[in-house]
């Protein structure tokens, strides 16, 4: 088999461990394929890590301001000329459309679309889509990155979504899984009282906590990404072997 040659773009640093978890999933389970039998048939990956500043206005006209290190970020990777980019971070996919107007290349994953079908995945596999439950930054949800018209919504009180920003903030700063996971709990309990029976876990500190929570069905938009990333690379590497 030939080697890969496939170029992905990692716009991460949104907070600091996304980069770490979508590149550490993305190589652990490109091993688990069986199918890359030499360093030289791995993906070439090409990181930007941005530490700026959080989106968290609610408001879509003042966080345009904060994207403007996202933008040059973004910029720097199209410089590279990668076969596609993956942007990891739930919140900045909110301004999807304004980043690819920013740049001008079209070639970043939407997470929204990949949620999406994700969630009719689980329908067509017998899911009773009675409601959904967003958990993630009150940007994320007050903004509607995961509000289809086909679906039915546990929405989520202030309160509820003031505990899931503290438990976002507090492990990016001190990486306490145990606590922040427990701080979550009083959130899923409500969700459940209220006839949640999916959960999108929105955000990637939110899927660090909560992709091994027990008795909850839920979608993890990092692993989506990942799921993608694979896939491109099987075809890649599978058509230069054709």
Known sequence: MENCKMRIGVLGGIGPLSSVAFYKELINRIQNTGLFQSNCQYPEIMIENIPGEELTDLLPEKNKGKLQCY??????????????????CNTIHVYYDHLIESVGFTNILSIRKLVYSRIKRCELGGFNREKICVLGTPTTIKLGLYDFNDFDYVALPKDKMRVIAQAVNDYTITGNKENNVNRLKGVIDYAQEKGANL??????????????????LSIDPLSLLVDYSIAACVNDLANKAA
Request: proline share 6%; net charge positive; aromatic share 8%.
């Open 71 to 88: 933008i040059k970020g973004l910029k720097n990777l199209v410089s590279l000329e990668p076969t596609f980019i993956v942007m990891v």
């Open 199 to 216: 959960f999108i876990l929105a955000c990637t500190e939110i899927s660090l906590l909560l992709r091994s929570y027990p008795g909850i």
